[in-house]
């Protein structure tokens, strides 16, 4: 039998090494793992150590600093994969993004901390402590910077260094939960920022070490230009698709309470190991329609393949072992099942809506970029609330219900672009 599957295995391997978007597609999906799986050991101490209580507001407060993060990259993110490649002043366009991604975060965490007593009373607690504040700025800040830096490797098709990162601060923040204990949930946020800093640092060295970077606190007003219409519409369209995730938590907390805000959590970090296959793939769809536009459709193909090969049985699998690793973190925690399977069941929708989300990246159409992501985040926010007497469950049914209307607009898009295509040639 061994004889019999290891030629197999050493083709497929030596196809992956050949062929740079499964390849990069592989690192992406090893480097969210690691995330993912250390992220469960994290959350299964903490579970340990601190109330559902204590790790429900906790968790609201880094949706809170992770919604901060993604808002703050003002689209240079998906520049730098789109542009980088082929910029002739790499790093005056990695420091001009640096820069401005930094100042939005330290505006933006700054702005939360003013408003937090209107937006979120429950989370009021970071305030009496002017330690906490500028801890709770500062992590922001780091936290939008160690986000952007994936995207130059990206850029740079060397996902492989995200993979070595992710390890390296990882391991590490499976232990901080202890030192912070005293805390209460101050503590578990503290014990998750501090692992984004180990991560920026590495990241840093990382990029002057082997990619010849030199940081500088510059604005490059010439490559500013060539990248902003690009920057503001994917901005947009990324904060619309981060939105539901990031303010979810918000709205559980104040209707259903900070204990129910601790089950989703849980829930959609285990759902997230299944959403790696989608978004990996596309992120390195992304990278390699940038780099060669004329094969696109070909990525696209192989995208699709490498997704049918691995979420199917993934998806099964986590509708199957979904209540054993529920009651790993404590028997209540399984009040979260209907919600859990829900989320993985969305899995092919999020596949779907994932691939149009690449396309329209790389073919420049941010109209339907937009108008999708609008589509997306309306119908989840908005059935969010309608269904709320239906607790979490009502919260993963307009989860489901919004990745599908956005891959339903996305088609419809794509199919009315390539008919003008064709009735323009």
């Not at 906490?132 to 936290?143: A, E, G, Q, Y």
């Not at 204990?181 to 590495?202: R, Y």
């Not at 990241?203 to 940081?215: D, Q």
């Not at 947009?236 to 698709?241: F, K």
Request: charged share 10%; hydrophobic share 55%.
């Amino acid at each position: 039998m061994r004889n019999i599957v290891q030629p197999h295995i050493t083709r497929l391997w030596r196809h992956v090494q050949q062929d740079s978007l499964f390849r990069n597609s592989l690192y992406l999906m090893l480097a969210t793992a690691v995330v993912a799986g250390l992220g469960f050991f994290f959350w299964l101490i903490n579970a340990r150590l601190f109330s559902s209580y204590d790790i429900g507001l906790a968790t609201t407060l880094i949706s809170i600093m992770n919604l901060v993060a993604i808002f703050s990259l003002a689209g240079f993110d998906t520049a730098f994969v789109r542009f980088l490649p082929k910029a002739s002043r790499k790093n005056d366009q990695i420091n001009t993004g640096m820069a401005i991604v930094g100042a939005i975060a330290l505006l933006l965490s700054g702005a939360f901390v003013l408003l937090v007593g209107t937006l979120s009373p429950k989370l009021a607690f970071i305030t009496a402590n002017p330690l906490l504040i500028c801890s709770f700025i500062f992590f922001c800040v780091v936290t939008a910077l160690n986000t952007l830096s994936d995207s130059i490797f990206l850029a740079y098709r060397q996902a492989k260094y995200s993979l070595i990162i992710n390890a390296l601060f990882n391991v590490p923040k499976v232990a901080l939960p202890f030192a912070f204990v005293p805390f209460g949930a101050a503590g578990v946020f503290l014990a998750a920022a501090v692992a984004q800093l180990i991560g920026f640092v590495i990241s840093l060295g990382i990029l002057i070490w082997k990619f010849n970077y030199r940081p500088r606190f510059i604005i490059d007003y010439k490559e500013l230009r060539l990248v902003w219409r690009y920057c503001t519409s994917n901005y947009v369209a990324v904060a619309l698709n981060l939105i539901p995730v990031t303010l979810l938590p918000i709205v559980i907390t104040n209707n259903l309470g900070p204990e129910s805000a601790a089950y989703y959590y849980v829930a959609m970090m285990i759902g997230n190991l299944l959403y790696v296959i989608p978004w990996a793939t596309t992120k390195s769809l992304l990278a390699e329609g940038s780099h060669d536009e004329e094969a696109l459709m070909t990525h696209v193909r192989k995208s699709l393949k490498v997704m049918s090969m691995l979420l199917l049985p993934a998806i099964a699998i986590l509708l199957l072992a979904g209540p054993f690793v529920l009651r790993l973190f404590g028997a209540s925690y399984t009040q979260g099942l209907a919600f859990l399977e829900l989320i993985a069941i969305s899995g092919l929708a999020v596949a779907a809506y994932s691939v149009f989300g690449s396309l329209f990246r790389v073919t420049k159409d941010l109209k339907a970029l937009v108008v999708m992501n609008i589509c997306y985040a309306a119908t989840i926010i908005g059935l969010a609330y309608a269904f709320l007497p239906l607790g979490l469950t009502g919260i993963g049914l307009a989860w489901l219900a919004g990745n599908i209307v956005a891959s339903v607009v996305g088609f419809a898009y794509h199919r009315f672009s390539r008919r003008v295509a064709v009735v323009s040639a």
